[in-house]
């Protein structure tokens, strides 16, 4: 989804969310900074307050064996859970992945460290759990139809890119929904 801000990706996303809820389907949902970490799982608390949830490495034990209904992580901390027990993750009903711009480096001549884990995150999700529901969230992105093209010939599945230009106002957002 590639919407400008005010254009109703959070709303999407948290209806999304709920429907994998409603399916006992664990969600993932990454963040780039640990200080969106916080304010995502406020968030979401808010939103589902009566679901179980881990917003940081340290809640999560190396023999878990299953996620809670929601994990909102960064990607180097999935990354670290997808080491150490990829088996947690194949049931996994959706990964959303905000501000997924970041799988973009900054500068084709310098390599960006985040844009690598942020890569590997989505590709050993994708290896680890083949049936997962992503959901792709950026402001950012003018080349939505490119990613989902890329996309479907990872994953095989029918990708749809949904991008606007216009910024919908709280009440046509309420309206869209």
Same mark, same amino acid.
């Given at each position: +989804?590639?919407?400008?801000?005010?254009?109703?990706?959070?709303?999407?996303? !948290?209806?999304?969310?709920?429907?994998?809820?409603?399916?006992?389907?664990?969600?993932?949902?990454?963040?780039? =900074?640990?200080?969106?970490?916080?304010? &995502?799982? %406020? %968030?979401?608390? $808010?939103?589902?307050?009566?679901?179980?949830?881990?917003?940081?490495?340290? !809640?999560?034990?190396?023999?878990? #064996? $299953?996620?809670?209904?929601?994990?909102?992580?960064?990607?180097?901390?999935?990354? &670290?859970?997808? %080491?150490?027990?990829? !088996?947690?993750?194949?049931?996994?009903?959706?990964?959303?992945?905000?501000?997924?711009?970041?799988?973009?480096? *900054?500068?084709?001549?310098?390599?960006?460290?985040?844009?690598?884990?942020?890569? #590997?995150?989505?590709? *050993?999700?994708?290896?680890?759990?083949?049936?997962?529901?992503?959901?792709?969230?950026?402001?950012?992105?003018?080349?939505?139809?490119? +990613?989902?093209?890329?996309?479907?010939? +990872? #994953?095989?599945?029918?990708? @749809?890119?949904? =991008?606007?230009?216009?910024?919908?106002? /709280? /009440?046509?957002?309420?309206? @869209?929904?």
């Amino acid at each position: +989804i590639s919407f400008p801000t005010g254009g109703g990706k959070s709303t999407l996303s !948290e209806l999304k969310i709920l429907t994998s809820i409603i399916l006992n389907e664990p969600v993932i949902f990454i963040v780039p =900074t640990l200080a969106l970490v916080d304010q &995502v799982s %406020n %968030n979401l608390k $808010s939103i589902f307050p009566e679901v179980s949830m881990k917003v940081n490495y340290e !809640e999560f034990i190396l023999d878990d #064996i $299953s996620l809670p209904a929601i994990s909102v992580m960064t990607p180097e901390s999935c990354l &670290v859970r997808l %080491n150490f027990n990829p !088996e947690l993750f194949s049931n996994l009903g959706l990964f959303v992945f905000d501000e997924c711009h970041l799988l973009n480096p *900054k500068s084709i001549d310098k390599m960006d460290r985040r844009s690598i884990d942020a890569m #590997i995150c989505l590709l *050993k999700i994708i290896e680890s759990a083949p049936d997962t529901d992503l959901l792709m969230l950026s402001a950012m992105l003018r080349n939505s139809e490119e +990613i989902a093209a890329w996309l479907h010939s +990872i #994953i095989n599945k029918e990708v @749809v890119p949904l =991008t606007l230009s216009w910024k919908p106002t /709280q /009440q046509a957002k309420g309206c @869209v929904v």
